[in-house]
C-alpha cells in the first residue's frame, strides 16, 4: 500500500505552493522523519517531512513546479513498487496552461486518454451544480471516464464566484471523490479542513468524503450569534443544502457538532465516529484554549500544538508552519477567540450533547486517547451511553486520528459500513 507525503497547507486562503528543493529521487528509500522537499508561499518556505517509511515510487512534481497543496507531493512504496519499470506519463493541460508530467514508477500498460463525460456525474457533483445554477452536461469532467466529479464542480463554483450553499456560506470541500452515501468530516476548534486530509487518503471506502469548516474556522465566516447552538445550525443548513443523509466522522468540537446534528430536523445521519469528543463532560483545558489563542510565534505555537499529541515527533512541522502562515494572513485567532467565548469559559464546556448522543440509535464508535490532557478521557469514558462502541488509543493524545492514523482509518470505514 503506497503512502503519500502530501504539499502542505502554506496558508488558509492560498491553494498552491513553489517546488523549490526535492531532496529525493525515484527508487530513493526515505524513512520517517526525514526531509524530503521544500516548497514556498509568498510570506515562507516549508520543510516537507516524511510521516512514514517506504520507497519513493512517485514525484507528481518538479523542481520549479507548481503544487496543489493538500495532494502528493512525493508519493512512497515498497520494495516491489519500486522494480517495476519506470513510464513516462503525458502531460497534463489545466485552465493554467500546461504542468510538468508526472514521474512515475508504474508497471508498462496501455495509455489511456480522457473522454467526454457524456452525461456521467456523481450524485453530489450533481446536486452542487444545480445549487450554483450550473449545467452539469456543459462541465468537463475529470472523473472516471470522463464523469463530472465534486472538484470540477468546485472550479467552476469557484471560477464563477458562485457559492454552491450560500444560504450559509460555510466552506464545504471533497477529500476525496467517490458514490453513495457522502461521509463529513467535521474538525475541532482552532483547527480546519485540511486537518482530514492525510487520514482521508488512508480511508477504503467508496463513498465521497467531504470536509467543512466550522463558522469562525478555515474559510468559513463567523456564525450569526456565538455559540454552540449557532455553530450546529451553521452546519445543519450547510448539509440541507447539499443532501439529507451523512455519515459524519467528528473530533473534538467537530464530534460534538455531529452529534447534535443526529437530532436534527430534515437530517438522516446514517453513522458517527468521534475522536476525542467535546460535549461530554464539563471539563476542558482552558488554560491550553487561551494559551494557543495567544501564541504570537511559531516557536511559541508549536509548544502549545506538542501538547495535544503524546509524542511531540507526531505532531507534523507543517501543520504547526499552516496555522501559523494562517494566523499571518488574517484575524483567525480573533476570529476563534469569539468563538471561544461563546463555547467555553475558563475551563467549563458550556454545552453537552450527552441527552443526544443517548438518543442516537444508529451505529456509532468513540475512539479516546489515554493520554489526552486536552478533554479528560476519563470523564468521557464515564459519560457514555450504554451500547457505544469504545476505543482506547493507549498511546494517543487529543489526535488519536492522527497519532494512529492507519488504525483509525479503519475504524471509520467500519462504522460507515456497518450502518447497511
Known sequence: MSENILCPQVGQDLTEAKVVALHVKLGDSVKKGMIVAEVESEKATFEVEAFATGIVIKLPYQVGDTATVLEP???LGSDADAKAPVVQQPKISTKSGAVSAPHEIVPLAPSRVAVSGQGRSSPLARRIAVGAGLAIETIP???PHGAVVLRDVENLVGASGKIATASTGLNVKSLKDGKGVPVVFIHGFG???AAWRQIAMAIVLPNTLLGIDLPGHGASPDAAAPGFVSIVDAVASTLRSIGTEFHLVGHSLGAAVAIALSAQNGLTIKSLTLFAPAGMGATVDGAFVAAFLAAKSEAALSAQMKRLVNDPADLPTSMVKATQAAREAGP??????KVAAGIFEGS??????RAELAKYQGPCRVILGQRDGI??????????PA????????????LPFLEQQNLAARLIAETVRSSG
Not at 467549563?348 to 450533547?353: C, D, E, G, N, R
Not at 476519563?378 to 457514555?384: A, V
Not at 451500547?387 to 487529543?398: E, K, N, P, S, V
Open 73 to 75: 507531493l512525493v508519493v
Open 141 to 143: 469532467g475529470t472523473g
Open 191 to 193: 483547527a480546519e479542513i
Open 332 to 337: 483567525v485567532t480573533v476570529r476563534q477567540s
Open 348 to 353: 467549563t464546556q458550556l454545552f453537552s450533547v
Open 375 to 384: 478533554i479528560p478521557p476519563t470523564e468521557t469514558e464515564r459519560n457514555l
Open 387 to 398: 451500547g457505544i462502541a469504545l476505543h482506547r488509543f493507549d498511546t494517543a493524545g487529543h
